[in-house]
């Protein structure tokens, strides 16, 4: 009998050791799953705030951008530039025009990239919408002209044609400003695009940039904005 009793309690006391062995390996992962837990929070905070000041120093940069001034920039009196619609031909005094009387219907602005050249008249009426309009003559480099092409077309209120007889292998033109560059990797181009998409210049900031006509004056949905 003394011998069961014996069996017994040792049987209790193996049971009761891997109870609390049991219960000791519980803690432990609950701890390390709080501790998991806090590393991964406290690594999305960290991650969320430099996310945050990230963007916060890129607007900032931006803002800074927008009111640097550009090196070599014309600039015109918008007061003095025209802004009639007319259906006849304008005759601008500087090329390309950077403002003045233009078509009722405006060329289509929405990162688009044209290859032959566009009416002028419509072009204007883009302008004054907040587009910048990127020229080229065959002078410009060829690996320029495709950067600049791959520039536009990412970027909404712009466009892009060739103007053989301006006077700049690359020129940029916005509403009564305009700038010429040496290539498409001069930082005056994204000093350019930054300051004048639809930057302070633009008479009818948000108006639309498709709708519009191409190069060929075909289409036109929008009249009189």
């Known amino acids: ?3 069961n009793r014996s069996t017994s309690a040792d049987r209790r006391a193996r049971i009761e050791e891997m109870r609390r062995a049991e219960q000791a390996r519980e803690r432990r992962n609950r701890f390390l799953t709080i501790g998991v837990s806090a590393v991964v929070v406290l690594s999305l905070v960290g991650f969320g705030t430099f996310v945050l000041m990230k963007k916060s120093d ?3 940069a931006k803002a800074a951008a927008a009111k640097a001034p550009i090196s070599g920039e014309k600039s015109w009196d918008a007061a003095k ?7 006849t031909a304008v005759k601008y005094d500087m090329k390309p025009p950077v403002g003045g009387d233009h078509h009722p219907v405006w060329l289509n602005c929405d990162g688009d990239v044209y290859d032959k050249a566009v009416p002028e008249v419509n072009a204007v009426h883009s302008l004054e919408h907040g587009a910048v309009w990127v ?3 065959k002078k410009a480099a060829e690996a320029d002209v495709k950067k600049l092409k791959d520039k ?3 970027t909404p209120y712009t466009l892009m044609s060739p103007v053989d007889d301006q006077s700049g292998a690359i020129m940029l033109s916005a509403w009564g400003k305009q700038v010429t560059v040496d290539s498409a990797s001069d930082p005056r181009v994204d000093a350019f695009f930054t300051k004048y998409v639809q930057g302070k210049q633009t008479p009818e900031p948000g108006a639309a940039c498709t709708g519009g006509v191409g190069a060929d004056g075909m289409g036109g949905a929008g009249m009189g904005q």
């Open 58 to 60: 890129e607007e900032d």
């Open 81 to 87: 530039l025209g802004r009639n619609h007319v259906e």
């Open 1 to 3: 009998m003394a011998a």
């Open 135 to 137: 020229t080229y003559t």
């Open 152 to 154: 536009v077309s990412d």
